[in-house]
């Protein structure tokens, strides 16, 4: 399993040094929604969880991602 | 930007289909008064308007001073500063028109994710279903500027899983492959499919009807939206299209939608018994076009739309160029609270607009 770090890096196609809590969604050219729906998918088939439609409304900062997983006993 | 907008806040925070006439009109009238004096004070164009029709400060729902929706076209409006821009809709103009502009902050573009997911999945449920898109994926290729139509797929995106576009980007043809893969691997699973209405009907509904192919998605959900425009020129109804989309696809839901760039996140969602209808965070008001007036159940006029995201431009009352009829309000069966209606076109001199127009079918 990756760590949510790389599977923002991966997602996003940005540096794993740059994945910061305070990182938000929309605030840097390669978090915008088509690599939201991305990092949706990658999240789900590396932490194998189903996202609801509102988690993915409500991740707007990767804290705010690790704050979702964590609902789904996800540690990341 | 800082005074407290208490009620707004209140009527984005409560639940879409709960508010009754009475809650609805203290609530949601209370959050336009709030807008109204926001945006008087944060825009002076806004403001200098409101002087001139010297109304003084709105009472309810009905009395909000409402601006023509193509003003959007003619000048920049906005509340916010210029480095507070975060993002710039633009309406689907064609070769020859402007387009709107409509400038958003991240709390108005947040305040419209919120409100599109509490509408959508009062519909479709928050579990995120298998997704096909009727269109084709070259609508969201290009990453740094997409159409109208590229935006409304992506916004509902969201509410999907295991996205498949059913179109080919060549010739908007049917891409069978993927939809038959798509079909077995999600077989007797209700799903998701989303397009414009244009789109739908002319390379799905018929195209599946010219081949002779019928698909299976039964307890299935399609919305559509973009306007009738095109399907009107070829006589198609909402009923013809529910029934040709039943019976070809198996989509038992079919739920249109109405709403536009410069309201994005007020969409008003026709219902299983075939009515629009208005979140509680915002209302239609029907207008007679001789005195302005609001008009009742039954009478047919020009549609106003009131909505209370609109933050960071001063859009929360618009007067649309479309005309529409009351159809109920907090009686519909379907049990959502608020008004109903339809929409039966366009003004007549009204430029020609609507989202799915903007593919041009070339000569069949």
């Known amino acids: 399993m990756k760590s949510l770090a790389e599977v923002f890096a991966e997602s996003l196609m940005i540096d794993a040094a740059s994945v910061v809590d305070s990182l938000a969604y929309q605030s840097i050219k390669e978090w915008d929604s088509v690599a939201h729906m991305v990092l949706v998918t990658a999240l789900e088939d590396n932490f194998d969880i189903m996202l609801d439609a509102d988690d993915i409304v409500a991740m707007s900062s990767v804290a705010k991602v690790r704050e979702i997983l964590a609902k789904y006993d996800v540690a990341a | 930007m800082s005074e407290a907008l208490e009620a707004r806040d209140a009527v984005l925070a409560t639940p879409p289909f709960a508010l009754n006439a009475a809650e609805k009109g203290r609530l949601l009238g209370a959050a ?15 403001a200098g308007i409101l002087a001139a029709q010297d109304g003084g400060p709105p009472i309810g729902i009905t009395q ?9 076209k003619e000048l920049d409006l906005r509340s916010i500063p210029a480095d507070a821009v975060f993002k710039t809709l633009t309406s689907s103009g064609t070769t020859g028109q402007v387009p709107s502009r409509i400038y958003l902050d991240q709390a108005t573009a947040q305040a419209q994710s919120r409100a ?13 279903r298998p997704m096909l898109i009727i269109d084709h994926p070259g609508v969201v290729r290009d990453r740094t500027s997409f159409s109208a139509r590229g935006a409304g797929i992506l916004g509902m995106m969201t509410y999907g899983r295991a996205h498949t576009y059913a179109l080919n980007d060549e010739d908007m043809g049917l891409n069978l492959p993927a939809i038959t ?24 509904l018929s195209a599946l009807e010219r081949a002779g192919i019928t698909l299976d998605f039964p307890g299935s959900v399609l919305i559509h939206s973009g306007g ?3 399907l009107e020129d070829e006589a198609v109804s909402n009923e013809q299209f529910k029934a040709v989309a039943q019976a070809r696809a198996g989509f038992d839901h079919v739920h249109n939608f109405y709403g536009m ?17 208005a979140p509680g965070f915002a209302d239609v008001i029907i207008r007679d076009p001789l005195d302005w007036k609001p008009l009742g159940l039954g009478q047919e006029g020009i549609i106003q739309v009131v909505s209370a995201i609109p933050l960071s431009y001063p859009g929360h009352s618009l007067l649309t160029e479309d005309r529409g009829v009351l159809t109920g309000e907090d009686d519909c069966p379907c049990g959502r609270m608020g008004k109903t209606f339809r929409v039966l076109g366009r003004i007549p001199a009204a430029e ?3 989202c799915s127009d903007t593919h041009t079918a070339r000569a069949a």
């Open chain 2, 32 to 46: 336009l008064a709030e807008l109204t004096a926001h945006h008087a004070a944060h825009c002076a164009p806004y």
């Open chain 2, 64 to 72: 909000v001073p409402f601006l023509p929706v193509r003003l959007f």
């Open chain 2, 116 to 128: 599109l997911a509490a509408i959508t999945t009062d519909f479709i449920g928050k579990d995120r």
């Open chain 2, 181 to 204: 893969e798509f079909a077995e691997k999600h077989a007797g699973k209700p799903i998701f499919a989303f397009g414009f209405t244009f789109m739908v009907w002319k390379y799905f």
């Open chain 2, 228 to 230: 009738w425009k095109k």
């Open chain 2, 261 to 277: 760039v410069e309201q994005v996140g007020s969409v008003f969602m026709e219902c299983d018994h075939g009515r629009l209808h």
């Open chain 2, 352 to 354: 020609m607009r609507g």
